[in-house]
């Protein structure tokens, strides 16, 4: 094996042993998250798989809070890695085996499509496997297990990938290629499918402009323009296809306004507020405590991969002879340090105001997780600072010069597996089994309604222990939990009673007589 390639397998194989599958168990004994939102990722991924395989007709109208139709457009769908979870479960592991493999197999496609990226851009192995490092495994990522939907992001640097080849060779497959993987993110995950859209956006504009002519001459030939037309107009209908049930969704559900969602923008002081269990790093745990949602702002990337960004930025705006600038890595330097401005917050003032007005991002409610975009550019910046202290360095010395600067990567960005949200795999099934033994002798299709005496717990678990139980033996739930919630559905949501039900119901003439079997 070449050592370019010994760089990406250690590295990749370094950040599976360190930074993710502690986190799940060497023996899978744990899930990521709560029993609140990785289960419900976990119903959403099956239901994707049930569609898939044909057993469910309707997509987006899925069993649980029976009858709201398009339940699956109050939240977001990970339509786009469904199938790599269905392949677990064709070979006939459960779903929570299944979430498992899924989740490892993310780490792997982040890392080495982050790789891709800062090769093209760096043309320099070792540094652009220890940059992928920091996309992939970062520090900052922990505040984030709770939220599978956050965790498929290959398609943000393949994108970044293609749109590069696209303006350097000017052909309409590259262009395609580019725009579908924007889509295709939109469909692995709504809220960085939107983020993604300004750095994109910001790398295109700056790399594309001297070579506007140029690009402006390859659509002339009338092929050429209609090759460019359909590559749009197919990525618009992939579009219009995913957000149909969105906007029809919008005309029932409140968009967030500015001053709701100011506080879950990141301020500076969130970039050096790192979670709990770091190595080195516990005296910043308290950084942002006084912050609302403050374990939101745990986004600290680690000191080597922020300090690398600063540096670079600085080095590119006022000495920018120091490091030898492709006009790629410029663009991306710059596109990073628009993106971090646009999502930055001083006080309550931040340009992401005037985002906020286009179409789409009214409807996200959590800025902090701009932090799974950003971190390729901190990543970059890592790279080409490594690129300038390894020129230093002989042939000979490199691979203990790689060795050194993953350690300390790993040292900056370890935290440890005790202190990051994870539940015990046998929780899920405990509560799995139990739920699913109360309803199996119900048959297909019937629609029931789980209505406790008592609840002594937090009623969301109860909700999703009915939701993936009625899923398992094909039924239809009025117990629900999602992103949001349906019109009327708040008091049932609160307290599943009859009263509740029937209040519910008064949307839904029709469904007033529907049988509905309630559980005990």
Known sequence: MRVQGIYFVVTLITGLVVQLVPHIGWQLEYLP???????????ILEHGKQYLFGEVDNYWSAGFMYPEPEVISLSDNLLGTAPIYAVFRLFG????????????????????????????????????????????????????????QL??????????????????????????????????QFYCGIYLGFMLVIPFAAVGINYGWKERKALFAALQPPRQMMLYTLAIVLNVVGLLVLFLPYLRRAKTSALFDYSQIVGSLPTPMSYVSAPP??????????????????????????????????????????RPT??????????????????????????????????QLFPGFSAMRSLTRIINIELLFFGLSLGI?????????????????????????VLDNYVNPDSVLRTSKSVFIERHNEMTAKLEHLSKGTVISYEPAEIDEPIAHIQLDVMLAAQSLKLKSVN?????????????????????????????????????????
């Open 385 to 409: 600072l490594v690129v300038i202290l390894v020129q230093k360095t002989t042939v000979k010395w490199r691979p203990y010069a790689f060795l050194f600067s993953l350690t300390l990567l």
């Open 480 to 520: 629900g939990y999602s992103g949001s919630a349906p019109l009327g559905f708040h008091k049932y949501w609160v307290l599943p009673n009859e009263e509740n039900r029937l209040f519910y119901f008064e949307r839904f003439d029709r469904y007033k007589l529907k049988e509905v079997v309630v559980i005990q």
């Open 151 to 184: 965790y498929p992001r290959f398609a943000i640097p393949l994108s970044m990938f293609f749109l590069i080849i696209w303006i350097e060779k000017k052909k309409w497959v590259y262009f395609m290629l580019s725009l579908s993987l924007v889509v295709y």
């Open 277 to 318: 269990g770091t190595l080195a790093h516990e005296y910043l745990v308290s950084t942002t405590s006084h912050y609302s949602a403050f374990w939101d702002h745990w986004i600290f990337p680690g000191w080597l991969a922020l300090g690398a960004f600063v540096f670079v930025a600085v080095r590119l705006f006022v």
């Open 93 to 148: 592991a459960s779903i929570f085996t299944s979430f498992q493999l899924w989740t490892i197999v993310l780490g792997i496609l982040n890392f080495s499509s982050a790789y891709a990226l800062l090769q093209k851009l760096l043309k320099a192995p070792l540094a652009s496997a220890l940059g992928a490092y920091v996309f992939a495994f970062s520090v900052g990522l922990a505040a984030q297990m709770n939220h599978a």
């Open 33 to 43: 998250g709560d029993l609140g939102d990785t289960r419900f990722n976990l119903f």
């Open 322 to 355: 120091y490091f030898r600038w492709t006009r790629p890595n410029r663009s991306f330097v710059i596109a990073g340090v628009i993106t971090w401005f646009v999502f930055l917050r001083w006080g309550e003032a931040s340009l992401y105001y005037f985002v």
